[in-house]
């Protein structure tokens, strides 16, 4: 009896270690290191529910294509899909919303690595970080709104959720100059000219810069309004760009304001209510401006302004000069 389960038991280990041996170590889908979403032989389709490395790289080359995809993620969901459809709109190609072979083929030309390597500088881990407080009138006491900490700096500078940067450097702390990194590889764009226009789209809540025969520049995934404050519908313009600005805060002109709440002047930085860039519209107290939650940008309603994430509306105030129009359309 004891020899038959021997032999038995034998045959089991003998059966499972070459299961494991035949079984692949991870899904190379979802696998976010460097060489894995970096590989220009990643061509899967990447539609609704994809994760993982392709659509990693898929949102790393459309944000280069200023095509953006809001807050990279290394998941698909509808501001992805927005930015799918435009860039194979302005590529000549069927606008599914899904990578497929041809539109990898165009996202390819993009000859980077979409992951690099980046050494933690002094000023990024410098700070001094906060905790930013929710109530206005606290924050009217700070002298600035920077960030709470090195990490979300870092998701700035990167377009990335803090939450994806801890995923692609398992134990790293974000903390000291000198760490090496693994990041998206999103700084140095290639030149974007000046737009000829601004068109923000109710429907599509995005933000689109066109040159003068109508061709599409870039697109952002914004924020454009809501039932009680609806976007102001008509043709604007562009009455100037103000960097890091201070937020002048009027409770009279918020519907959900604490009643409590006086005028007061909420300091700069990228936590300020309107980010760091306000893009003055010829519509009096509308503008086109940043946030500190760019990973609401597209899911949640605005006062009626338009919201783009801090990196974006950046790249649209060098786009952009005063006297152009701007088409709030439906």
Same mark, same amino acid.
């Given at each position: 009896? %004891? *020899?038959?389960?021997?032999?038995?038991?034998?045959?089991?280990?003998?059966?499972?270690?070459?299961?494991?041996?035949?079984?692949?170590?991870?899904?190379?889908?979802?696998?976010?290191?460097?060489?894995?979403?970096?590989? !220009?032989?990643?061509?899967?389709?990447?539609?609704? @529910?994809? %994760?993982?490395?392709?659509?990693?790289?898929?949102?790393?080359?459309?944000?280069?294509?200023?095509?953006?995809?809001?807050?990279?993620?290394?998941?698909?969901?509808?501001?992805?899909?927005?930015?799918?459809?435009?860039?194979?709109?302005?590529?000549?190609?069927?606008?599914?919303?899904?990578?497929?072979?041809?539109?990898?083929?165009?996202?390819?030309?993009?000859?980077?690595?979409?992951?690099?390597?980046?050494?933690?500088?002094?000023?990024?881990?410098?700070?001094?970080?906060?905790?930013?407080?929710?109530?206005?009138?606290?924050?009217?006491?700070?002298?600035? =709104?920077?960030? !709470?900490?090195?990490?979300?700096?870092?998701?700035? %500078?990167?377009?990335?959720?803090?939450?994806?940067?801890?995923?692609?450097?398992?134990?790293?702390?974000?903390?000291?100059?000198?760490?090496?990194?693994?990041?998206?590889?999103?700084?140095?764009?290639?030149?974007?000219?000046?737009?000829? *226009?601004?068109?923000?789209?109710?429907?599509? /809540?995005?933000?689109?810069?066109?040159?003068?025969?109508?061709?599409? /520049?870039?697109?952002?995934?914004?924020?454009?309004?809501?039932?009680?404050?609806?976007?102001?519908?008509?043709?604007?313009?562009?009455?100037?760009?103000?960097?890091?600005?201070?937020?002048?805060?009027?409770?009279? =002109?918020?519907?959900?304001?604490?009643?409590?709440?006086?005028?007061? *002047?909420?300091?700069?930085?990228?936590?300020?209510?309107?980010?760091?860039?306000?893009?003055?519209?010829?519509?009096?107290?509308?503008?086109?401006?940043?946030?500190?939650?760019?990973?609401?940008?597209? @899911?949640?309603?605005?006062?009626?302004?338009?919201?783009?994430?801090?990196?974006?509306?950046?790249?649209?105030?060098?786009?952009?000069?005063?006297?152009?129009?701007?088409?709030?359309?439906?």
């Amino acid at each position: 009896m %004891k *020899k038959i389960l021997l032999i038995t038991l034998t045959a089991f280990l003998t059966l499972s270690s070459a299961r494991a041996a035949q079984a692949p170590a991870s899904n190379p889908l979802l696998t976010l290191s460097a060489a894995a979403v970096n590989d !220009t032989r990643l061509i899967q389709p990447v539609g609704p @529910k994809s %994760k993982g490395a392709a659509v990693l790289r898929a949102q790393v080359l459309l944000d280069r294509a200023h095509f953006s995809p809001g807050e990279i993620d290394a998941a698909y969901g509808e501001n992805v899909r927005k930015a799918i459809v435009a860039f194979q709109t302005s590529a000549g190609l069927s606008p599914s919303g899904v990578v497929d072979g041809p539109t990898w083929g165009a996202l390819n030309r993009i000859a980077i690595p979409a992951l690099i390597t980046y050494k933690l500088t002094d000023k990024d881990v410098a700070g001094p970080f906060t905790q930013v407080p929710e109530d206005m009138m606290e924050k009217s006491t700070l002298s600035a =709104l920077g960030y !709470t900490s090195a990490l979300e700096g870092l998701g700035e %500078k990167f377009h990335a959720s803090p939450a994806l940067l801890q995923r692609l450097n398992p134990g790293k702390t974000f903390d000291q100059a000198g760490q090496d990194v693994v990041v998206p590889n999103v700084e140095e764009h290639a030149h974007l000219p000046k737009a000829a *226009k601004i068109i923000v789209d109710k429907s599509d /809540l995005t933000v689109t810069l066109v040159d003068a025969a109508g061709k599409t /520049l870039a697109q952002f995934p914004a924020s454009t309004g809501s039932d009680k404050d609806p976007l102001p519908i008509g043709d604007w313009k562009v009455q100037g760009v103000a960097k890091n600005p201070v937020f002048h805060y009027n409770p009279k =002109l918020f519907w959900d304001a604490d009643p409590t709440h006086a005028k007061a *002047k909420i300091p700069p930085g990228p936590n300020n209510p309107v980010g760091v860039v306000w893009i003055d519209l010829s519509k009096e107290h509308y503008g086109i401006h940043g946030t500190p939650e760019p990973s609401k940008i597209g @899911k949640t309603q605005s006062h009626g302004c338009i919201r783009l994430t801090n990196w974006d509306v950046m790249t649209v105030a060098q786009a952009v000069a005063s006297g152009i129009p701007a088409v709030l359309q439906e």
